[in-house]
């Protein structure tokens, strides 16, 4: 318990008047001053003990995206006892009064966690000159993950990963098949590809994979610069959009980040927490099917063709955000 900034103000002019009551011998000042220290010593004692009540919050919901609502809902048991409950939001205090229920908006604009509490709740005496606070409740957390917007899947057949050497373009032409490998007991001799055959000087077949399987890679480009901040937002909402399609089409998918870690589930969880960082090289392991970088400029690394099916460069920034490169993206797969 502590006195309000009222409380402590009469407490300072209480003294005064006490001591100059005393010091220039006048009888009333001095009165007033001790009845002024006497009312802040009984608010004081009126609040020691506190609201005997319990106060509980509810997030709602608990996940949302970037900018939508989301709501703290502080309920009091049992109500009628006005009380006042502070609660931390993302580091900041924010002050509710009531008996009953009340709930406050919660910040959605920024990605991230954003812890909640833990809850105060305090009480006035009815001069408010006297406060008391206690804890109570438990500690919360927010999960702001990146927006998803309309988005078809990556469709189309695409052939899954070879064993061997089969990410040379010099062995394969247009219309073959992109895997190559060394013959196995039991391959049909129609598939023998006889130009890695004379290159490699062992039997070398074509692999053709399983045409129904389609795998997404989504090289989200997290160097630092490549991208402005706004930007940057704008690419993670991009690659949430397209690996939500992906999972609700049922195609296998992976993020994958400048820095080469991959993450293969969990994508939101993920996303929320995705920073800039270096300035390192750009980095994505092979692993077949089709690739979608998304930065900040036009053109993919030579590398990268080398290692998948197909690459896709959608480059974000200059007035070209995550809906302008989706409708182009969704255009070109009707």
Same mark, same amino acid.
């Given at each position: 318990m502590r006195p309000t900034r009222r409380g402590v103000a009469v407490l300072v002019a209480?003294?005064?008047?006490?001591?100059?009551?005393?010091?220039? =011998?006048? &009888?009333?000042?001095?009165?007033? $001053?001790?009845?002024?220290?006497?009312?802040?010593?009984?608010?004081?004692?009126?609040?020691?003990?506190?609201?005997?009540?319990?106060?509980t919050r509810t997030i709602s919901p608990e996940r949302v995206?970037? !900018?939508?609502?989301?709501?703290?809902?502080?309920?009091?048991? &049992?109500?009628g006892t006005t009380v006042e409950i502070r609660?931390?939001?993302? $580091?900041?205090?924010?002050?509710? =009064?009531?008996?009953?229920?009340?709930?406050?908006?919660?910040?959605?604009?920024?990605? $991230?966690?954003?812890?909640? !509490?833990p809850l105060?709740?305090?009480?006035?005496? &009815?001069?408010?000159?006297?406060?008391?606070? =206690?804890?109570?409740?438990?500690?919360?957390?927010?999960l702001v993950h990146p927006r998803q917007l309309p988005a078809r899947a990556a469709g189309g057949p695409v052939r899954a990963a070879p064993a061997g050497p089969a990410t040379d373009d010099l062995w394969r032409g247009a219309a073959e098949? =992109?895997?190559?490998?060394?013959?196995?007991?039991?391959?049909?001799?129609?598939?023998?590809?006889?130009r890695a055959t004379a290159h490699t000087g062992r039997l070398m077949v074509r692999d053709l994979g399983? &045409?129904?399987?389609?795998?997404?890679?989504?090289l989200l480009d997290?160097?630092?610069?490549?991208?402005?901040?706004?930007?940057?937002?704008?690419?993670?909402?991009?690659?949430?959009?397209?690996?939500?399609a992906a999972g609700r089409a049922g195609v296998p998918a992976r993020l994958v980040t400048a820095d080469g870690r991959a993450s293969t589930g969990h994508f939101l969880e993920v996303l929320a927490d995705v920073r800039q960082d270096g300035p390192g090289p750009l980095t994505a392991p092979g692993r077949g099917?089709?690739?979608?970088?998304?930065?900040?400029?036009?053109?993919?690394?030579?590398?990268?063709?080398?290692?998948?099916?197909?690459?896709?460069v959608l480059a974000l920034g200059r007035g070209v955000d995550a809906a302008r490169a989706l409708r182009s993206w969704n255009e070109a797969r009707r």
């Open positions: 209480a003294l005064l008047l006490v001591a100059s009551g005393w010091w220039l =011998r006048y &009888p009333l000042p001095a009165l007033i $001053g001790a009845a002024g220290l006497g009312a802040v010593a009984g608010a004081l004692l009126s609040v020691r003990r506190g609201p005997r009540v319990e106060v995206e970037r !900018g939508a609502r989301a709501v703290a809902v502080l309920t009091v048991r &049992p109500p609660d931390t939001v993302a $580091g900041r205090g924010h002050v509710v =009064r009531t008996a009953d229920a009340a709930e406050y908006p919660l910040p959605t604009g920024v990605r $991230g966690r954003f812890p909640l !509490g105060e709740v305090g009480r006035e005496d &009815p001069l408010g000159l006297a406060r008391s606070r =206690r804890r109570t409740g438990s500690t919360a957390t927010l098949p =992109r895997g190559i490998r060394e013959y196995e007991s039991g391959d049909e001799m129609r598939l023998v590809h006889w399983d &045409p129904r399987q389609v795998r997404l890679t989504v997290t160097r630092a610069g490549v991208l402005g901040p706004d930007d940057f937002e704008e690419a993670v909402d991009l690659a949430a959009s397209l690996l939500g099917g089709r690739l979608v970088l998304i930065t900040g400029g036009p053109a993919a690394p030579a590398f990268l063709g080398r290692a998948y099916d197909s690459v896709v």
